[in-house]
């Protein structure tokens, strides 16, 4: 994760806010533990990086610093319409 730049703000996204600093905010069966830039707090446990696009950000709750995780856009994470 990295901290967001003043001005970056997708139109498309939206940040999650964690509440409870013990709870990640998403969990799944991914590769990787995405964790506060500040202070380390686990903010996405088990993520695949597919799903941690630039729309992804989430406000911590330890120390509220808004975290963003990619540094190169990915294609986002879609699927057809049923
Ligand atoms: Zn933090």
Do not use: W
């Not at 967001?4 to 997708?10: I, K, M, R, S």
């Not at 806010?17 to 446990?45: K, M």
């Amino acid at each position: 994760m990295r901290e967001v730049q003043t001005g970056e703000v997708p139109f498309d996204g939206g940040t999650a806010v964690q509440h409870d600093a013990e709870r990640p905010v998403f969990s799944g069966n991914g590769a990787y533990d995405y964790v506060c830039v500040t202070c380390g707090n686990v903010l996405a446990a088990g993520m695949d990086p597919e799903y941690m696009t630039r729309k992804v950000r989430v406000r911590c709750a330890r120390c509220r610093t808004v975290n963003i995780s990619a540094e190169v856009p990915f294609a986002p994470a879609r699927r057809p319409r049923r």
